[in-house]
């Protein structure tokens, strides 16, 4: 059973364009329970980095 559902993560991914920059620095400031963060981290390169 999964307690929480994130929203609008495909619409929040497609704005961050982490396919064009898997080694970039992305900063998530509402980290809530880590929905958005997760997925930002799953796409994230050897040098990506996540800070939130």
Not at 22 to 47: F, Q, W
Request: glycine fraction near 14%; aromatic fraction near 2%.
């Amino acid at each position: 059973m999964e307690l929480h559902q994130p929203v609008l993560v495909d619409e929040v991914l497609r704005a961050l364009s982490i396919e064009l920059n898997p080694d970039g620095v992305y900063v998530v400031a509402t980290l809530g329970l880590g929905g958005h963060s997760l997925e930002i981290v799953k796409r994230l390169g050897a040098s990506g980095l996540l800070i939130g």
